[in-house]
């Protein structure tokens, strides 16, 4: 049974960073793209970034770019987000996502974790 957990939210003052992990199991890494979406409350759940089985790296929202990045290891079946510099608006629940290849579309990938939350505030 293909399986995501995210980890590694939390609070955290603007300008900071933190990096959140998607362990995948029941399932080879190597042949998904792994994508990262958020939720902001009221908000509908948008995609930010994804990464390819090639390592590709595809932004799907422009406030990020130069802040966030995605990497994998996939010995270690995880994915990670690094986000610095961030800001309040980068509130909410973050989601990992797998699929063959990589999209923004929410509605193209069948396999999400739980979610972990991210909260910017002083």
């Known amino acids: 049974q293909l399986q995501l957990v995210e980890s590694g939210g939390g609070l955290v003052q603007p300008g900071g960073s933190l990096r959140l992990s998607c362990a995948a199991s029941g399932f080879t890494l190597d042949y998904y793209a792994i994508g990262w979406f958020r939720q902001a409350p009221g908000k509908e759940r948008e995609g930010v970034l994804c990464i390819s089985t090639s390592n590709r790296i595809t932004y799907y929202t422009d406030s990020v770019k130069g802040r966030f990045t995605i990497s994998r290891d996939n010995a270690k079946r995880t994915a990670y987000l690094q986000m610095n510099s961030l800001k309040p608006e980068d509130t909410g629940v973050y989601y990992c996502?797998?699929?063959?290849?990589?999209?923004?579309?929410?509605?193209?990938?069948?396999?999400w974790g739980q979610g972990t939350q991210v909260t910017v505030s002083s």
């Open positions: 996502a797998a699929n063959l290849y990589c999209s923004g579309n929410v509605s193209t990938f069948g396999s």
